[in-house]
């Protein structure tokens, strides 16, 4: 079965036609500033399995890096993905639709998280990086 996702306007949807891979809180300063709030969520995928359903004309990307893009819809703003290398590898959890069958597993760059906000569970934290993780 398909996980579906889409934006709060309802003008992009898209599709994964495999599972999600991992899932994480980012706290690093860009997702913090990106999202307006103490961390994003995300979930990696198969950048095959994914594909846009509806709106991909609304889709906007904005280089956060040189190999990084972080892509939104154009009407309402709603974050929707990032890419490496021009691909979709990984989804904001929250635009998920139903359940993604996957919960985060740990924060990752805690090392610049918002000092006001403190981490109340127990998932494993990592400064950066997980050793040898990444979207890519």
Same mark, same amino acid.
């Given at each position: 079965?398909?996980?579906?996702?889409?934006?709060?306007?309802?003008?992009?949807?898209? =599709?994964?036609?495999?599972?999600?891979?991992?899932?994480?809180?980012?706290?690093?300063?860009?997702?913090?500033?990106?999202?307006?709030?103490?961390?994003?969520?995300?979930?990696?995928?198969?950048?095959?399995?994914?594909?846009?359903?509806?709106?991909?004309?609304?889709?906007?990307?904005?280089?956060?890096?040189?190999?990084?893009?972080?892509?939104?819809?154009?009407?309402?703003?709603?974050?929707?993905?990032?890419? =490496?290398?021009?691909?979709?590898?990984?989804?904001?959890?929250?635009?998920?639709?139903?359940?993604?069958?996957?919960?985060?597993?740990?924060?990752?760059?805690?090392?610049?998280?918002?000092?006001?906000?403190?981490?109340?569970?127990?998932?494993?934290?990592?400064?950066?990086?997980?050793?040898? =993780?990444?979207?890519?």
């Amino acid at each position: 079965m398909a996980i579906t996702g889409s934006c709060l306007c309802g003008a992009v949807g898209y =599709e994964i036609s495999g599972r999600l891979l991992d899932a994480c809180h980012c706290h690093c300063s860009m997702c913090r500033k990106a999202h307006g709030a103490a961390y994003a969520t995300y979930a990696s995928l198969q950048p095959e399995t994914f594909r846009w359903t509806s709106g991909e004309e609304f889709v906007t990307r904005y280089d956060s890096s040189p190999t990084m893009s972080r892509v939104f819809c154009s009407v309402c703003g709603s974050k929707l993905a990032v890419t =490496e290398d021009g691909q979709i590898d990984a989804i904001t959890l929250g635009t998920v639709e139903g359940d993604p069958g996957i919960r985060p597993r740990s924060h990752i760059f805690t090392g610049s998280k918002a000092p006001w906000h403190e981490i109340s569970d127990a998932l494993p934290r990592f400064e950066e990086w997980p050793p040898g =993780e990444g979207w890519g």
